[in-house]
């Protein structure tokens, strides 16, 4: 549901499935399909630890993509190789998120970020699919990375699941979708990790969707995740809701809307099946096109656990004790970013950007340990990225999308 996915932020992304939309047979009857992308980046965060203002530059979202779509269309292989653990070593300054032991740092994605395989069948005007293999579940909104922002939310670990593994089946009839996942629950332990095999299983999730209209999505989701911060069991359970509404329109031309997302997600943590501890985000971003520049805004409020952190202040311990919390803090971002796209010969593009945020954080607990005003320097920050997102070949227009879900006339109606 949201866009910035390496063959190019949602308008041209759009633009560019619309055209190849009109026939719905030109995806299938191309076998295969192969793209690359990475953003080269600076950001400036004011202040980012105890007053001081904090320059980085980085080499970020670097991914190698391919697809492939053989008998018919009834089998089709997709993965995505990410290369952050070579060049997000220390992970991705970014005021407001948490994961996987970075905290205002995004953590590097794993190598092999998704390698799925999903066979389709149709009948009567039904189709159904299964697929297996490491990615994404089917619960919430769509993977960060093919969004327009060069930022992630700090919601992506509330309204996103990835990295696991994964068997998702899906039945699709004319207006409605239903999606289920069975996956393990632990969360990777490293950039280089592979999911719990014995794990597998553990949890699941279930997704509906209603396309009442030609590029309108509407859709629910839950899951339920076992012990996601303790790969070897024991830790607090999560229940997860989402809801989101999704508008992208094809043939959009001109200065026009391109893309609207609004979303709401929770995450409950859960012990012995009570909850212990409730995080929450409402998210609403869009994009639009005015002759050549494409501008895209977002707003998310989101709230947190803040955990210990080691020495080194923007990581926290990792597997960490559930019950470790000191404090939630609630974050609201607005975000604004513009982009131009250059075309580097037939197949490659360049698309030089700005992105600006203001984030304000304040604690939700009155007994909190962990008070952001004393930690930052402040409780309001600013956050300036300048880059260029370069990218080539034929990436995927929706990551996570797999069987029924990725039906042409499902991603670009």
């Known amino acids: 549901m949201l866009w910035l996915l390496a063959t190019a932020p949602l308008g041209a992304q759009d633009a560019a499935h619309a055209a190849t939309a009109d026939s719905a047979a030109h995806d299938h009857a191309r076998s295969w399909r192969v793209g690359a992308q990475a953003i080269a980046m600076a950001t400036r965060m004011a202040p980012a630890y105890r007053g001081e203002t904090y320059v980085e530059g980085y080499v970020t979202q670097p991914a190698l993509m391919a697809h492939w779509n053989t008998l018919r269309g009834r089998l089709a292989l997709t993965g995505t190789l990410n290369l952050e653990a070579l060049t997000l070593r220390g992970g991705e300054l970014n005021g407001g998120i948490s994961g996987e032991g970075f905290v205002d740092r995004r953590h590097p994605h794993t190598f092999a970020h998704e390698l799925v395989a999903s066979s389709t069948v149709s009948a009567g005007g039904w189709r159904a699919s299964l697929t297996a293999g490491k990615g994404v579940v089917a619960f919430g909104t769509d993977d960060p990375m093919s969004r327009p922002?060069?930022?992630?939310?700090?919601?992506?670990?509330?309204?996103?699941i990835l990295e696991r593994w994964v068997a998702v089946g899906g039945v699709r009839h004319r207006w409605a979708m239903l999606e289920g996942t069975l996956f393990n629950g632990d969360e990777p332990t490293g950039p280089w990790s592979w999911p719990t095999a014995g794990n597998f299983g553990d949890s699941w999730a279930a997704r509906a969707t209603l396309l009442p209209a030609p590029g309108v999505e509407l859709s629910a989701s839950t899951a339920r995740v076992s012990s996601p911060e303790?790969?070897?069991?024991?830790?607090?359970?999560?229940?997860?809701?989402?809801?989101?509404?999704?508008?992208?329109?094809?043939?959009?031309?001109?200065?026009?809307?391109?893309?609207?997302?609004?979303?709401?997600?929770?995450?409950?943590?859960?012990?012995?099946?009570?909850?212990?501890?409730?995080?929450?985000?409402?998210?609403?971003?869009?994009?639009?096109?005015?002759?050549?520049?494409?501008?895209?805004?977002?707003?998310?409020?989101?709230?947190?656990?803040?955990?210990?952190?080691?020495?080194?202040?923007?990581?926290?311990?990792?597997?960490?004790?559930?019950?470790?919390?000191?404090?939630?803090?609630?974050?609201?971002?607005?975000?604004?970013?513009?982009?131009?796209?250059?075309?580097?010969?037939?197949?490659?593009?360049?698309?030089?950007?700005?992105?600006?945020?203001?984030?304000?954080?304040?604690?939700?607990?009155?007994?909190?340990?962990?008070?952001?005003?004393?930690?930052?320097?402040?409780?309001?920050?600013?956050?300036?990225?300048?880059?260029?997102?370069?990218?080539?070949?034929?990436?995927?227009?929706?990551?996570?999308?797999?069987?029924?879900?990725?039906?042409?006339?499902?991603?670009?109606?």
């Open 149 to 160: 922002f060069a930022k992630f939310p700090a919601n992506h670990h509330l309204a996103q």
């Open 230 to 413: 303790q790969p070897t069991g024991g830790g607090l359970d999560q229940r997860k809701q989402s809801v989101a509404a999704r508008v992208a329109p094809a043939g959009a031309s001109g200065s026009s809307v391109r893309y609207l997302l609004v979303e709401y997600a929770r995450t409950d943590d859960l012990a012995d099946g009570r909850r212990v501890f409730r995080y929450e985000s409402v998210l609403a971003e869009a994009m639009a096109a005015v002759r050549r520049l494409e501008l895209a805004a977002r707003w998310e409020q989101t709230s947190r656990p803040e955990e210990e952190r080691l020495a080194d202040p923007f990581r926290s311990p990792r597997p960490h004790s559930d019950l470790n919390v000191i404090g939630i803090t609630r974050w609201q971002i607005a975000t604004v970013h513009a982009s131009t796209s250059v075309a580097l010969g037939r197949y490659a593009r360049a698309r030089p950007f700005l992105e600006a945020a203001w984030l304000h954080a304040r604690p939700l607990v009155r007994a909190a340990v962990f008070v952001p005003a004393t930690f930052y320097g402040d409780d309001r920050q600013w956050s300036l990225s300048l880059g260029v997102r370069l990218d080539a070949g034929a990436l995927h227009a929706r990551m996570g999308r797999y069987g029924v879900a990725a039906d042409p006339a499902h991603t670009a109606p």
